[in-house]
């Protein structure tokens, strides 16, 4: 089951940053950098951070043929993923549950604290978009208002990490993880749930 | 005295970063990844160059809850720490102090060469607030015309690496260090010292 | 041989940086950050996901002598630079066919995959412009409609791996894996080869 999902998420990633590269103009090389970024940008600085080698795209590099054929036809057929859009958010919502909790459960794994194990399946899940924003040069936008994501993720990671801590059976705590992580995404791009605004504080005196 | 410098340090980065994060309207997610970009984004990009794992946040996750709670008060009471904001350089001078000579210190335990110590020095004190600049979409402040700040990095760290080659002992020449970045930061803010002008190049030919 | 290209290389991609970082209008802390990412971002990534450590910078510290002095006199010496400009583009493309060929070559003794082999010779090759160019808050330029640059990379590893595969003795390999780089940005440059465009995908519904 795992591996299905995680072709079809990181598929689903590619897809969303073809679309996100052609529509800065980038010639093939960007968009294949880009597909490269969502896809893979959280879960490396995850290995990285981790101490996790071989990073797990250079171990498994089926993802990378993946990615770089969605990078590869979406140039030479746009209109193909351009019309896959409005459904890219569900298997991306199943790969933001599927990677956020293995976020958590690797870095439970290399013996982290609770606390960065939950941190870990936020940064899996979301730091990919985050890179790719930053590379075309735009405000990321999971840190502005839109439906929930890395929330989902953070919820989520806590939801495995509080019961792994109370002795529930690993797998078992990693399926009512994942559970709770695309329950809220669905929920929140359903019902464009957002986080409260904040107020903002006073410009600095001076 | 050490690890106190470094939680009030810790804590006056994470403030600025969730001021950085409010002036650009994130949520809280985004004022919580800007928090943890300035406050953590130096050191752990020493630690994963100089291959010391666990990293730093990681090994010591107190760092990592004071940054969280900092992040989500600040969003929830951003007065309170724009009124605090006037007064945040003194933490964040003693941080750049300490952060800037431990840099140092831990690439010279590595076994790097000198200079690259003192490369460490500036990374681990200044590229937080580089990485911050970069996701908030800005260019890096410390590059542009302002009160010196990596160069007392700079000067601090290359203190302390010429009096440990001159074999003076480890944490009198900490000491040292720390007290050469502190002083000229102080100096810095109090009478604006900035790097002379650079003459600018001629635009390409052609 | 190699040596002398690398130095050369080095130097090249240095004096990008402290022009970049010049017209941007940053002080010395910025001009030399930039110099620094130019000049050792693509590797640095390299080392840091193949766990190849020391990174090749802390390992051979004249590199970063090189670099710093470069970065120092650029400041102060703008018009030398300026005028070296016109022709930088030769020993960056030799840099380029160098770089890209090692990346590849590291990447195959670290047991990586093939295809994973060539990404790791277009990452050496290309991402220290691509992270100065994000520091820089611009667009990457290898991304967009230019002459060719990392496709040279892909061609040049591509040609490199094929032939290693077919078992062609690994120095004369990569010598054909440099050439293959070198001359095609020669004519790159030369004749103004670019990617074809590709069709813009449509907007997302809605």
Same mark, same amino acid.
């Given at each position: 089951m795992?591996p299905?999902?995680?072709v079809t998420?990181?598929?689903?990633?590619?897809m969303?940053g073809v679309?996100? *590269?052609a529509r800065?103009?980038?010639?093939?090389? =960007?968009?294949?950098y %880009?597909?490269f970024a969502v896809?893979?940008g *959280?879960?490396?600085?995850?290995?990285?951070?981790?101490?996790?080698?071989p990073i797990f795209?250079i171990?498994? &590099?089926?993802?990378?043929?993946i990615?770089?054929? %969605?990078a590869?036809?979406?140039?030479?057929l746009p209109?193909l993923?351009?019309?896959?859009?409005?459904?890219?958010?569900?298997? &991306?919502?199943? =790969?933001l549950g599927?990677?956020?909790?293995l976020?958590a459960?690797?870095?439970?794994?290399?013996?982290?604290?609770?606390?960065?194990?939950? #941190?870990?399946?936020? %940064?899996t899940?979301s730091?990919?978009g985050?890179?790719?924003?930053v590379?075309?040069?735009d405000l990321?936008?999971?840190?502005q208002?839109?439906p929930?994501?890395a929330t989902?993720?953070? #919820?989520?990671? #806590?939801?495995y990490?509080?019961?792994?801590?109370?002795?529930? &059976?690993?797998?078992?705590?990693?399926?009512?993880?994942?559970?709770?992580?695309?329950?809220?995404?669905i929920?929140?791009v359903r019902?464009n749930?957002?986080?409260?605004?904040?107020?903002?504080? *006073?410009?600095?005196p =001076?």
């Amino acid at each position: 089951m795992y591996p299905v999902i995680e072709v079809t998420a990181v598929a689903a990633l590619a897809m969303y940053g073809v679309l996100r *590269g052609a529509r800065k103009d980038f010639d093939l090389v =960007g968009i294949c950098y %880009i597909a490269f970024a969502v896809a893979f940008g *959280g879960g490396t600085l995850r290995d990285l951070l981790l101490d996790r080698h071989p990073i797990f795209w250079i171990e498994n &590099d089926h993802l990378a043929w993946i990615v770089m054929a %969605i990078a590869v036809s979406g140039a030479f057929l746009p209109k193909l993923i351009a019309r896959l859009e409005p459904i890219l958010w569900i298997p &991306d919502a199943l =790969g933001l549950g599927l990677f956020s909790i293995l976020g958590a459960v690797y870095a439970i794994d290399c013996g982290t604290g609770r606390f960065v194990a939950i #941190l870990m399946g936020v %940064i899996t899940g979301s730091c990919g978009g985050v890179i790719a924003d930053v590379i075309c040069n735009d405000l990321p936008s999971v840190f502005q208002r839109s439906p929930l994501y890395a929330t989902c993720s953070f #919820l989520g990671a #806590l939801s495995y990490v509080a019961l792994h801590a109370l002795g529930v &059976d690993s797998s078992a705590a990693m399926a009512i993880g994942v559970t709770v992580v695309v329950a809220i995404r669905i929920g929140a791009v359903r019902w464009n749930w957002q986080l409260p605004p904040h107020t903002r504080p *006073g410009e600095p005196p =001076g």
